[in-house]
Every structure is written in C-alpha cells, then in structure tokens.
C-alpha cells in the first residue's frame, strides 16, 4: 500500500517537496478515518487514494494562487521601481535647473519645496517681504516649467 500510494503522490505532485507533504496529510486523514470508524480496513486503499488526490488538487490550488499573488507582486515592485527611477531623474533635471536660477530664485525655491518653508519663514531669513519672496518663487518656477519644457 505504501508504495502505491508513493507512486501515486508522485503522478499527483506539481513539486518533489510536495510528495512529503501530501503523504503526511494523507495519513493523518486516514489515521483520523479509521480512529473515527468511518473506514474499514479493507476500504483502506481506495481511502487513501481518494484522500490523496483531492489533497493533490488543493495543494495545486495553493500553489497556483501564491505564484499568482508572487508574480503580482514583482510586476508591482518592477512598476514601482520605474517609477522611482523616473522620479530620481525628475529630481536631478530639477535640481540641475534649479542651479540655473538666479541665486536669490535658487535660495526660495530651495528653501519652499526642500526644507518645506513657508514664505513667511523665508521672508524673515532672507530680511525681505514675503510679497518679494512669493515673486521670485513664481518667477522661478516660471523658468524651470519653461525650460522643462524646452527639453
């Protein structure tokens, strides 16, 4: 019986690793059948076939579902990567425009987007009016969209 059912989990299986699990499984269910008196001992065989079989099918199921959600999730981590990548570029082409600037636009629009000061916080620093600080920033941001735009 043994070697028939080793033959069979063998036909059954997807993997080698998976023999010794649906094997292991099988015998619990037949262990569990036969304690219970659900099975009589001559019905031992085809028992366990069948246990093994539909064993087999969940365990393809499993199988089939976790490659599924695995190729979903590399497909998702390569977008996000693309991504990343994209917006690394993003930001050096706008740091390098911003190295272009005027130094006075260069020092407001460093100051607002990367250490995400207010105007008013950046008017105090710099000792002009937050109403010069607001122009330069427009004016800046005027540039670099114009000179995005151009390459």
Known sequence: MQHRLLVY?????????DVELLLSEVMSRVAAAYCTGRLEKDGLLPYALRSLRNAAMQTRGRNMR????????????QER???????DERMQQLA???QQLPEEEAMVVTLRI?????FADIAR???VPESTVR???ASAL???KTRMNQS
């Open 96 to 98: 390098q425009l911003v």
């Open 125 to 127: 620093e710099l000792g």
């Open 114 to 118: 990367w250490d995400e000061r207010s």
């Open 66 to 77: 976790r490659r599924e959600v695995e190729s979903t999730f590399c497909r998702e981590e």
């Open 142 to 144: 005027e540039r670099i």
């Open 135 to 137: 122009r330069r920033y």
């Open 9 to 17: 989990a063998r036909q059954q299986a997807d993997d080698v690793t």
């Open 81 to 87: 990567r693309r991504e990343d990548d994209a917006a």
